[in-house]
């Protein structure tokens, strides 16, 4: 059994990481919190196996709760699930002490794996950073996630595009020529096939992606 606690600032993305495992035999996530003092803590008293957590929190971030999670307890394993894939931020996490960094829209049958991986003891890259660090771990047991098929339209890419430029769901549906609830409805399902949080990721998605879709 995984013994998990999570950490993560928005809640839904919680529950929806809850749901999923809920009837996972070999996976239980024991504690949930919302910043990384409360993380800290909270590995202190329940001791898991495994840590998830962001990098971007209130209070403290996942770098420094990590550092200080591997401090004291070097042989409980941490997982970073950001929407960072900057290799400055990726550098950071693992050298405070991660086993593994995995991006928020490589979806939940990644995060699982992932999950198996590092409990096991090995390195886990999401497949959109793993070109930048595989020469830093090669002597390392590495596994690389592989990636999905792309579960975005040609649509939906389209108003993604749009959305990084600012634009509203009216403004899209003007240009596009489309009705305004159109835009709307996709805006949730790509919301949904990403595992986001709601349309503020969805936005930070747009923009920190530029277009790259």
Do not use: C, W
Not at 57 to 70: F, N, Q, S, V
Not at 98 to 115: D, R, T
Not at 131 to 144: A, L
């Amino acid at each position: 059994m995984i013994t998990i606690v999570m950490a993560e600032d928005h809640q839904m993305l919680i529950d929806g990481v809850k749901s999923f495992f809920e009837y996972d035999e070999n996976v239980n996530i024991i504690g949930t919190v919302n910043n990384g003092e409360d993380l800290v803590k909270l590995v202190h008293l329940k001791q898991p196996k495994l840590v998830i957590t962001d990098i971007r929190m209130p209070k403290m971030d996942g770098i420094e709760a990590t550092k200080a999670i591997k401090k004291q307890f070097p042989h409980i394993y941490v997982l970073a699930l950001t929407m960072f894939d900057q290799p400055d931020a990726i550098k950071q996490m693992l050298n405070a002490g991660a086993s593994g960094y995995l991006l928020k829209n490589s979806g939940i049958k990644m995060l699982s794996k992932a999950i198996v991986s590092v409990a096991q003891g090995d390195t886990f890259f999401d497949p959109n950073v793993a070109f930048n660090f595989m020469n830093d771990y090669i002597d390392n047991n590495v596994t690389v996630g592989k990636p999905d098929k792309q579960i975005l339209s040609k649509r939906e890419k389209e108003i993604l595009q749009l959305i990084a430029g600012a634009k509203t769901s009216k403004e899209i549906s003007e240009e596009l020529f489309i009705a305004k609830t159109t835009v709307d409805t996709h805006r949730k399902n790509m919301i949904r096939k990403l595992n986001l949080s709601g349309s503020n990721d969805l936005i930070k998605y747009a923009i920190d992606k530029k277009y790259d879709f």
